[in-house]
């Protein structure tokens, strides 16, 4: 190529019966530099067009892939525990020992054991008037996500130091980075950011005072007054915020007061069990 002021000029060459010949061909500066710039500003466009329509659309094609195994849904949404068969918490702290869970975190709570004991009694009355006078859909009766249970709720070993003890507000999950949480119930999201220790955290009112919270999240699928429905995926598992490894903090509230999920959660299937007992 060579090029003047005005003109590049283009040199090509082929063979016609064992004969070569060169053919020149000028091309304006300006309409060149026009097409290059036009090309790089398309391809840019695409680009940013094609990571928004990515970005916006990965929960919709995750959503279909959740529906398209309704079983496994049925299956999670079983009746909880009535209040006969729901067993008081222990809050007391846990006999010394050297094990500490992987895969946990959450931010340190500062429910003491006589707070914790002592409104039990009224929580527990509250939450059976929910259940008889309030909407089913609205009650989080189903797994957020299925796996191992790395901790509990109530009073832990420090899951950093392993010295000390601190009360854990939720259930931490065990999952891989990038597996899909579910909102167990109707609501409505009051919180979708970063929230210290939670890391990336998701809030849902459920009505009636009852809050969930997702916590570590690799990735929020949904924003604040987003109206989400049972079994909608919601975000990815990660390890942001306070957390030693990659997993679910699930957390359930009334009136902003943390209480036990399993409260309302069925009993895991038959092989999450073998691995809580492991």
């Known amino acids: 190529m060579h090029k003047d002021d005005k003109f590049y000029t283009f040199l090509s060459s082929h063979l016609i019966n064992f004969k070569s010949y060169v053919k020149q061909e000028e091309i304006s500066k300006k309409i060149f530099q026009i097409s290059i710039?036009?090309?790089?500003?398309?391809?840019?466009?695409?680009?940013?067009?094609?990571?928004?329509?990515?970005?916006?659309?990965?929960?919709?094609?995750?959503?279909?892939?959740?529906?398209?195994?309704?079983?496994?849904?049925?299956?999670?949404?079983?009746?909880?525990?009535?209040?006969?068969?729901?067993?008081?918490?222990?809050?007391?702290?846990?006999a010394s020992s050297e094990y500490i869970a992987i895969n946990s975190g959450?931010?340190?709570?500062?429910?003491?054991?006589?707070?914790?004991?002592?409104?039990?009694?009224?929580?527990?009355?509250?939450?059976?008037?929910?259940?008889?006078?309030?909407?089913?859909?609205?009650?989080?009766?189903?797994?957020?996500?299925?796996?191992?249970?790395?901790?509990?709720?109530?009073?832990?070993?420090?899951?950093?130091?392993?010295?000390?003890?601190?009360f854990h507000a939720g259930m931490d999950i065990d999952g891989d980075r990038g597996d899909v949480i579910a909102v167990p119930a109707n609501g409505i999201v009051t919180r979708a950011g970063w929230e210290g220790g939670y890391g990336n955290?998701?809030?849902?009112?459920?009505?009636?005072?009852?809050?969930?919270?997702?916590?570590?999240?690799?990735?929020?699928?949904?924003?604040?007054?987003?109206?989400?429905?049972?079994?909608?995926?919601?975000g990815l598992i990660g390890s942001t915020g306070r957390s030693t490894g990659p997993h679910l903090h699930y957390e359930l509230r009334l009136n902003d007061k943390p209480i036990n999920p399993r409260r309302f959660l069925p009993p895991e299937p038959a092989e999450i069990r073998a691995l809580n007992a492991e």
Request: proline share 5%; hydrophobic share 35%.
């Open 37 to 94: 710039v036009g090309f790089i500003l398309i391809a840019g466009i695409l680009t940013i067009s094609f990571s928004g329509f990515i970005n916006t659309n990965i929960f919709a094609e995750l959503h279909l892939t959740f529906q398209d195994k309704p079983a496994k849904i049925t299956q999670q949404i079983q009746k909880s525990k009535t209040a006969a068969e729901y067993k008081s918490i222990n809050y007391m702290r846990p």
């Open 201 to 234: 955290m998701i809030e849902v009112d459920h009505g009636n005072g009852l809050t969930t919270r997702y916590g570590h999240l690799s990735r929020i699928g949904v924003q604040p007054n987003d109206t989400v429905q049972r079994g909608q995926l919601i």
């Open 106 to 166: 959450g931010p340190i709570g500062n429910l003491t054991e006589d707070e914790s004991e002592s409104g039990e009694a009224t929580i527990e009355s509250q939450l059976r008037l929910i259940e008889t006078t309030g909407n089913p859909g609205f009650l989080p009766t189903m797994w957020a996500h299925l796996g191992k249970i790395n901790n509990e709720f109530g009073y832990r070993r420090n899951p950093f130091s392993g010295r000390g003890y601190e």
